[in-house]
């Protein structure tokens, strides 16, 4: 069982264009917020986007916040607990260890009506808890990117949902152009766009996805030298947000479309 997403795909996919990955307009809840790395890495991407994570969780440490450049966040108990206070998300983040991560993942879809995407970061899921995850986003209409990810960027709209994509400065590592980045690699991720921008060239979107997905791609659009359409040849992630296997059109300045 599924939700229809869009165009007849076979499967639930709830974005139309890899503008819709990450944008500006999207709200985030981050489980964990207050761990070792989502403590580093949540305030330069809060910054970077404009301040777009409304709360965390942390269990226990409700009153707490995340400090971040631009203001603090603030830390609940649990998902509902956010809910009840006020705040309203459509993202949630996922830096939970790998043996908490499909309860929370359960927890973000059973308490939160108008949640649309899920970001995973943690690593080393099992393949059962893979599968359950897969399939609770399917039943819910809910985009699944990860497990083991560390989520998207859009250098357009500077924004970041998910991980450390462009490092600690991603204001600089992540340039406008015309290019999509894919990588096993986060650090790959990074070096790539740090290369295409020393050698001219900017970038759209950079979407990592490295669990069961194939190696580095990188995708140039609308170049001199290539046909405004290019196609992805890669296999399907088994958690992936589709985007990667999906052929994509440019349909205005700034906007791309899925050509089904």
């Not at 986007?49 to 942390?58: A, E, I, L, Y």
């Not at 009840?84 to 059973?110: K, S, T, W």
């Not at 985009?143 to 600089?172: C, H, K, M, T």
């Amino acid at each position: 069982m599924h939700k229809q997403g869009v165009g007849n795909f076979k499967y639930h996919v709830g974005i139309s264009s890899l503008a819709q990955i990450a944008t500006r307009s999207d709200r985030v809840c981050v489980l964990n917020i207050l761990g070792g790395e989502s403590s580093d890495v949540t305030p330069v991407g809060h910054a970077y986007s404009g301040g777009n994570v409304v709360f965390g969780t942390s269990p226990g440490r409700r009153g707490q916040v995340l400090e971040t450049p631009i203001g603090n966040v603030p830390v609940y108990n649990n998902v509902r607990e956010g809910l009840e206070d006020g705040h309203r998300f459509d993202c949630g983040v996922v830096y939970l260890p790998p043996a908490a991560a499909r309860d929370g993942v359960a927890e973000l879809i059973r308490v939160n009506p108008d949640l649309r995407k899920i970001f995973i970061v943690t690593e080393k899921l099992s393949v059962h808890d893979s599968r359950e995850i897969r399939a609770m986003g399917q039943q819910n209409g809910i985009d699944i990117f990860g497990g083991n990810s560390l989520g998207v960027a859009d250098a357009w709209n500077q924004v970041r949902i998910g991980g450390a994509l462009g490092g600690d400065r991603p204001e600089e590592a992540l340039r406008k152009g015309s290019i999509a980045i894919l990588s096993n690699s986060g650090n790959f991720t990074t070096t790539i766009a740090t290369y295409l921008r020393m050698a001219g060239w900017g970038h759209d979107d950079a979407d990592l996805q490295r669990e069961r997905c194939p190696t580095s791609t990188t995708r140039r659009r609308n170049s001199p030298s290539r046909s405004p359409t290019t196609r992805a040849a890669s296999r399907p992630c088994s958690m992936s947000s589709r985007a990667a296997t999906t052929s994509w059109t440019r349909s205005s300045p700034s906007r791309w479309s899925p050509a089904w």
